[in-house]
């Protein structure tokens, strides 16, 4: 075994060093490199001149669980998707000027979940695991910490700014990374009061869809899945009305999605839950828009149905062309997330949270992740095209990681999805080059590891091989990237707290606690930092003095 196991390993390499070039000829000229760094370099000094305008519009784009490692293998799937050997291409996101790194951890928790991540990416605090909109005061399940401990989101910051705000999730609009823009709650399980315990019901604390209604009465744009939850229960589904389990939640017998339709007929509101109704909108006449999609989580991209439908692409171009409409400006929040509608929760202790980029990372289905996260890279690449970089400050990162990695020496262009060019020299088998730290990949075969020769690799449910076996994949505890362009992008660089994300933000468009900054020069928003003004003032006195 061990001899076949080496002239397999010894043929590969015979083969890659005796045929043909696994790369593009061109590259073996060192001019190829030296003309591309020089462009780099060009490219680079040409970003000293920093843009200060204001920021009019402000858009963030969340990767629930997009670690570096899986940024990194989106590109190459993006590349080997378009015909190329991957490694070479760049996403949309790595186009953006600025790039900078942000500490994840939660007030409680070293590895966190993306409910306290929200809330520091969103509110600017840092707060306990599990817990939306709340300070680090508030403990999770207990209802009578909420009072007192509310903080504020930037959506709501910008929508008393007078501008126009939006949510689209690829989640249920009631999950945790949306949630935390406009909900308080000490559980972000509690997506209807149906989730809810009979003692916080009586404390008086409210479900997370109620306060999607109640918070922020006026969302002009609210796109994801979550229908159940706005139903009384056992409403049969409008999609599904034969399956109970996507039939209504609400125990209090309320029809959010009737009251909120009522309270916008007169207001140019449309509710749609299709992508047929959704396209035949036209965005110059929807001044509100909320759509719900499926009952819970929408589908993952590359399972999804689409003649009916939605893609994040879609909905960020409905929501942007609804949103710019306001002279003010918008906010727009996009969660690309990347779990099962056939096993909601398979694990009630780990960390679930929204996005399906993160949910396929917690069932081990890297290929769903993958390309979940190509989508979320056409969307931004499209809300480039529909605003200016002058006055629209975009910003890219995630909650947190995973436990996902690739390697195994492969050679330029191996499938993403592929095998390693060599066997265990422990247990002589193959082994892909993607693979998981802990999760539901672990699998023995007669005691010992699984031949995934023998399996179907490259399916799209196919659950990489892990090292721990749980049920569900955990998140991973290293700092994300933080993409940004577009005014002030430049004060994101280095290494910073999470929570400092939407205190940037909000100082690029003079919103929230950051107005004092702000000067207008010949009708254009031009930003100057308070304190230079301060220094300069002191500079002053000390000459006439």
């Known amino acids: 075994m061990k001899l076949t196991a080496v002239l397999i390993v010894c043929s590969s390499l015979m083969f890659g060093s005796l045929g043909k070039p696994q790369f593009p000829e061109h590259e073996k000229d060192p001019k190829f490199w030296n003309m591309w760094a020089q462009r780099t370099l060009k490219n680079a000094l040409s970003l000293q001149s920093l843009n200060t305008n204001k920021a009019m519009n402000l858009i963030l784009f969340l990767g629930d669980g997009m670690g570096i490692p899986t940024v990194t293998a989106a590109r190459i799937l993006k590349g080997q998707l378009n015909g190329h050997s991957g490694e070479e291409t760049q996403l949309e996101m790595e186009k953006f000027p600025f790039v900078s790194l942000a500490k994840i951890y939660n007030t409680n928790a070293q590895v966190p979940d993306s409910a306290g991540t929200a809330t520091a990416f969103l509110c600017g605090v840092k707060a306990n695991e599990g817990t939306v909109g709340v300070s680090a005061a508030a403990v999770r399940t207990q209802c009578n910490t909420t009072q007192g401990n509310e903080v504020t989101s ?21 999950h945790a990374t949306p949630s935390a823009s406009y909900a308080h709650s000490v ?47 056992n409403k049969s589904d409008v999609e599904y009305p034969n399956v109970l389990k996507h039939s209504g939640t609400r125990k209090d017998g309320r029809n959010l999605v009737e009251e909120w339709t009522d309270r916008m007929k007169d207001k140019k509101g449309y509710y749609v839950w299709n992508k047929k109704q959704l396209l035949s909108l036209n965005p110059n006449n929807v001044n509100y828009l909320l759509g719900l999609f499926e009952p819970a989580d929408l589908q993952y991209d590359l399972e999804r149905n689409t003649e009916t439908d939605p893609s994040l692409t879609e909905m960020v171009e409905m929501a942007i062309k609804i949103l710019r409409k306001n002279p003010k400006g918008f906010y727009l929040l996009v969660e690309g997330a990347f779990w099962n509608l056939q096993s909601e929760k398979p694990c009630p202790d780990c960390r679930m949270n929204g996005g399906r980029i993160d949910h396929g990372h917690h069932e081990g289905k890297a290929k769903l992740a993958l390309h979940e996260t190509v989508e979320m890279d056409r969307a931004i690449g499209r809300a480039d095209l529909l605003t200016s970089v002058h006055d629209t400050m975009t910003v890219v990162t995630a909650d947190h990681s995973h436990v996902f990695n690739f390697g195994g020496y492969t050679g330029r262009g191996n499938t993403i999805f592929g095998l390693a060019p060599m066997l265990s020299d422990i247990d002589q088998k193959p082994f892909t080059s993607i693979i998981y730290g802990n999760g539901p990949g672990y699998k023995l075969i007669n005691g010992a590891r699984e031949n995934v020769s023998t399996v179907d690799y490259q399916d799209n449910n196919y659950q990489a091989q892990a090292a721990v076996p749980l049920s569900s994949e955990t998140h991973g505890g290293e700092d994300v990237a933080v993409f940004a362009k577009g005014p002030l992008a430049h004060l994101l660089h280095g290494v910073h707290e999470q929570n400092y994300i939407p205190h940037v933000m909000a100082y690029a468009a003079c919103i929230g606690q950051n107005r004092e900054h702000c000067v207008s020069r010949s009708g254009a928003g031009d930003l100057r930092p308070v304190l230079s003004s301060i220094a300069a003032l002191l500079t002053v006195t000390q000459i006439l003095c």
Do not use: H
């Open 154 to 174: 930037i959506l709501r910051w910008a929508k008393e700014a007078g501008k126009s705000v939006g949510i689209v999730t690829t989640t249920r609009v009631n």
């Open 187 to 233: 559980d972000r399980d509690w997506y209807s009061d149906n989730e809810m315990p009979a003692e916080a019901l009586r404390d008086g604390c409210k479900d997370i869809a109620r306060q999607l209604f109640e918070n922020i009465p006026n969302i002009d744009v609210i796109m994801g899945g979550g229908r159940k939850y706005m139903f009384p229960k």
